[in-house]
């Protein structure tokens, strides 16, 4: 028995029995494959999508239980979404395959704490396992998203002496701080 | 993206070279003429095109640069295509980068002489390489607008993709694709002095990913979908060894959506239309194994015994093997009391967890062979597949895509999971795709762990407290051990970062030895290595001797990098300690490493504290001598991702085994590090002329030992094992 779903503003019918997860009948039957599978126990956040604003773990939520429900996933969100500029700007993906959950999770939260602390960040983002460790890029995104002032800028360092100047100029011999 | 002149079209038939090549291969003999890069791509259709392997050009002039490695969270990518668009002189705008297919000959690594991503060494490797190849392309432009305008090509530039003239006449790329395709390329053109370099070393070299990494777009072998593909997971074994005894299908097969059900030389394969399905068949299959052959052993018994060996109580027949010692090895082990230091460590498995589980997708036509997937070591991967389908490694085309991470996992010497994706297209056959998907379960439990390690280290000092004498024990398993690739001596792998220290370059008296017990647990390399063991029980142990020398750690370190004549390693710490400045937050306690490893140092400084008994890391300044840094802001990403990549480890990583049953098996028993523990790494590149080292691997390795440090210095605590935070506390 088909299933209607509202996913991304379009109400959609799928053929998977009522007990299937979500992210499976994300990925497999409707081939939004932007919601990614890490763990299929709520543990990692990859598969982190919108239902009804909130985010939640598609892996572990049967379709059954969304009857009504709006559900959004990544590939709502459009491209130019702040956080997504954000991430764009900082640079912070890496491998990028826990990034949409990642962008998910990072846009409800601003979406209801418009000038997070980093407690809050701390809160909404601890769900989100990144194993290339892009944490401190995803703090000062969500920062920078949130129009709130990101980590100073830490000063250049200076050369040692047994190199040649220009060429340390060109060796890229520049200072780097948190999130910059 | 194929631009007019992209060679890398089919040719059908095989060639007689083909023949020869394959003749060489089946008969296990090197021919006269045959490379074992021949060998490696015999039956391969990749051939390269005007502007050569690395380079292909659009109709319009932008710019797609091949990569021979793959990009799965580096930011090599970035890198790579900087080196040739430098030399080119492209609009860097206008630059993208695809992977390249598999061909050992054309890509290569020449670090492994397979195509291979590892060893940190995608810039390093291809800076010659790639400087030669933009530098070779962008020659052909030249020519071919100072034959088009009759000028010398003396007088002609090149700046953002656009050739000009003096006299005003100017042209992209793209208008000049066509002659400059017929000059011949040069054979050793010209390259740019570095201190003229516009585009290398500047904060311009950002990622070309991040935009389509955030927005779902990005396609990874997880993403792949392909008209009237299954989907496959595989029940394997409990233990390591076990094999298929029987198994009952009937209430797999009654699963809707299931397609087959079928035994296949690593467990039982259950193929359905999609992944859901096929999880709820293997749910509803029974299979008995046959554990004839399996590790049967704990953890804790394999730890007791690599302590054992050490102590001189390991079996008889066990070899030996010296590395960097000197001096008379009996006075190593002479000598009692205040001057005498003895301890030692143990180092768990660790699993690599990447995100993105293991998985494949594969299509087998006849002798043809299609890969689809996050392909680490794509040399590799082609031989498998071709000794299962009896083929030519040149036969199985590879399209390599994202990856989801690897630390290592990727390349493996037999392909695990490539070969088990082959196995069960092999049998579904008639070139219906497959895609294999592994569950977090299944890649937790798979094995290809760190191996676990165990270090025995015994100094004397000397009247001024420097280390005298110096001897050291290690005990793993083999990582390198059915490795297609020569290797001599003792295995790297094992001893890299104690092998080649400073501190024993500065000890007059070196016993250093390697054992490498036998194992049932299948092992590998972990992200940096031999250093996620070596780095710290070096640097563990050096706070330790200036601990009971009473002086200072840092200096302590300067002395005996003055000793070892280590400069590189003294400017990095010196860079790392002055960054830091005069005092750690309130609260923190500082704590210092330096570690080299892929051919760069890297020094931290650690602030900690302790928090319900655990640590916590707050800022971390790095300083990291990786010679030119191409893209200084991937080298300080991968300063961050490393740094908490070897502090997940260092914290919580733990893979143990219980009568030979691993006990994790999703990230609620393999805690990994997350947001709220994170540290906020600072990064400080030592300017230097030098060509490019390694950057992915090591930051990892240095953050566990500069933590060690600073509860040293907080509570006088030495850590003689890892993780710091034991399972259920």
């Known amino acids: ?180 | 993206m194929n631009g007019p002149f992209e060679k890398l079209g089919r040719q059908e038939g095989v060639s007689r070279r083909d023949l020869v090549v394959g003749a060489a291969l089946v008969g296990g003999a090197l021919l006269v003429g045959c490379s074992p890069a021949d060998l490696m791509s015999a039956g391969s259709k990749v051939e390269p095109g005007a502007f050569g392997p690395f380079i292909q050009f659009d109709p319009d002039g932008a710019v797609t640069v091949l990569s021979k490695h793959i990009e799965f969270g580096q930011g090599n990518h970035a890198g790579l295509a900087a080196i040739v668009a430098e030399e080119l002189d492209a609009d860097w705008s206008r630059v993208k980068v695809v992977h390249a297919p598999a061909n050992a000959k054309l890509y290569g690594n020449s670090t492994a002489g397979i195509q291979l991503t590892g060893g940190s060494s995608a810039i390093s490797n291809s800076w010659e390489q790639l400087r030669k190849a933009g530098a070779g392309a962008r020659a052909m432009f030249v020519q071919a607008a100072a034959t088009r305008w009759n000028v010398p090509a003396g007088e002609i530039t090149v700046k953002d993709g656009m050739v000009g003239h003096a006299s005003g006449k100017s042209a992209g790329f793209g208008e000049l694709i066509a002659d400059a395709a017929k000059v011949a390329p040069p054979e050793n053109p010209t390259l740019k002095d570095p201190k003229t370099f516009t585009l290398i070393g500047t904060d311009r070299v950002r990622r070309k990913d991040s935009l389509v990494k955030s927005t779902g777009a990005a396609r990874y072998t997880q993403d792949v979908q392909l008209p009237n593909m299954l989907v496959a997971v595989v029940a394997h074994a409990p233990r390591f060894g076990a094999t298929v005894k029987s198994f009952n299908a009937d209430e797999a097969r009654k699963v809707a959506g299931v397609a087959d059900v079928f035994q296949i030389p690593t467990g039982v394969a259950v193929v359905a239309d999609t992944t859901y399905a096929a999880r709820m068949g293997r749910e509803a299959l029974k299979v008995e194994w046959d554990e004839g052959k399996v590790e049967t052993r704990s953890s804790a018994t394999i730890a007791q015994q690599w302590r054992d060996i050490a102590a001189g109580k390991g079996p008889a027949d066990l070899k030996w093997e010296a590395f960097d010692s000197k001096g008379d090895a009996a006075a190593a082990s002479a000598g009692k009391g205040p001057a005498v230091f003895e301890t030692t460590y143990d180092f768990p498995y660790l699993a690599h967890a990447t995100m993105e589980p293991m998985n494949c997708v594969a299509i087998v036509d006849g002798s043809k062979v299609k890969l689809i997937h996050g392909s680490q070591a794509q040399t590799l991967d082609q031989m498998n597949a071709a000794k299962i389908v009896k083929t030519l490694p040149g036969s199985v085309e590879i399209e390599t895509l994202f990856a989801g991470g690897s630390f290592g996992r990727r390349a493996n010497f037999p392909s695990d999971y490539v070969a088990e994706c082959v196995a069960i297209a092999h049998k579904v056959s008639g070139g219906r795709p497959v895609k294999l998907v592994w569950t977090r379960e299944d890649d937790m439990q798979a094995g290809f762990f760190r191996p676990l390690v165990h270090h025995a280290v015994r100094v004397t000092l000397d009247k001024d407290g420097y280390p005298a004498t110096w001897r050291h024990r290690i005990v793993t398993q083999s990582i390198m051990k059915g490795s297609p690739m020569p290797m001599k001596g003792p295995d790297q792998t094992a001893i890299e970062g104690t092998a080649g220290s400073p501190y024993l370059k500065a000890t007059p008296v070196v016993d250093a030895q390697l054992a490498l017990p036998e194992g049932g647990v299948p092992v590998l390399w972990w992200r940096s290595v031999g250093a996620t063991h070596t780095a710290f029980v070096m640097e563990h142990t050096i706070d330790q001797l200036a601990l009971k020398a009473g002086k200072d750690p840092v200096d302590y370190r300067r002395a005996l990098y003055a000793k070892a004549g280590a400069q590189r390693h003294l400017a990095a710490l010196n860079l790392a300690v002055e960054k830091a400045g005069p005092a750690p937050a309130a609260g923190f306690t500082r704590g210092v490493a330096v570690h080299e490893s892929f051919g760069s140092v890297v020094a931290q400084v650690a602030e900690v504290r302790v928090v319900d008994g655990h640590p916590r890391v707050g800022r971390v300044v790095t300083a990291i001598d990786c010679g030119v840094a191409v893209s200084p802001d991937q080298v300080a990403a991968q300063m961050e991702g490393g740094t908490c990549f070897g502090l997940s480890a260092a914290l919580y990583g733990e893979i143990t085994l219980t009568d030979g049953k691993v006990d994790q098996s999703n990230f609620d028993t393999y805690r990994v590090l997350r947001i709220n523990e994170a540290p906020t790494v600072e990064t400080y590149i030592v300017p230097s002329g030098n060509p490019p080292s390694g950057v992915g691997e090591p930051g990892t390795p240095v953050i566990a030992p500069a933590v060690a440090n600073a509860l040293l210095a907080l509570s006088r605590t030495p850590t003689t094992r890892l993780p710091f935070v034991q399972a259920g506390t």
């Open chain 1, 1 to 180: 028995m088909a299933s209607m779903l509202d996913i991304n503003g379009k109400t959609v019918s799928v053929k998977a029995a009522p007990e299937t997860p979500l992210l499976w009948v994300l990925r497999d039957e409707l081939g939004l494959t932007g919601t990614k599978f890490g763990c299929g126990m709520a543990q990692c956040g990859a598969c982190t999508v919108h239902v009804n604003g909130d985010p939640v773990r598609s892996c572990v939520t049967p379709i059954a239980a969304l009857a009504g429900a709006k559900i959004a996933t990544i590939e709502s969100l459009g491209g130019t979404h702040p956080v997504q500029q954000a991430w764009v700007k900082h640079d912070v993906p890496q491998c990028g395959y826990c990034q949409s959950g990642q962008i998910m999770s990072a846009a409800a939260l601003l979406a209801q704490t418009k000038a997070p602390s980093d407690e809050d960040i701390d809160n909404a983002m601890s769900g989100n396992i990144c194993r290339c460790g892009t944490y401190q890029r995803i703090r000062a995104a969500i920062k920078d998203a949130a129009g709130l002032t990101g980590a100073p800028v830490v000063a250049a360092p200076v050369a040692s002496n047994d190199v040649d100047d220009e060429i340390a100029a060109a060796s890229g011999s520049t200072g780097r701080g948190a999130g910059q």
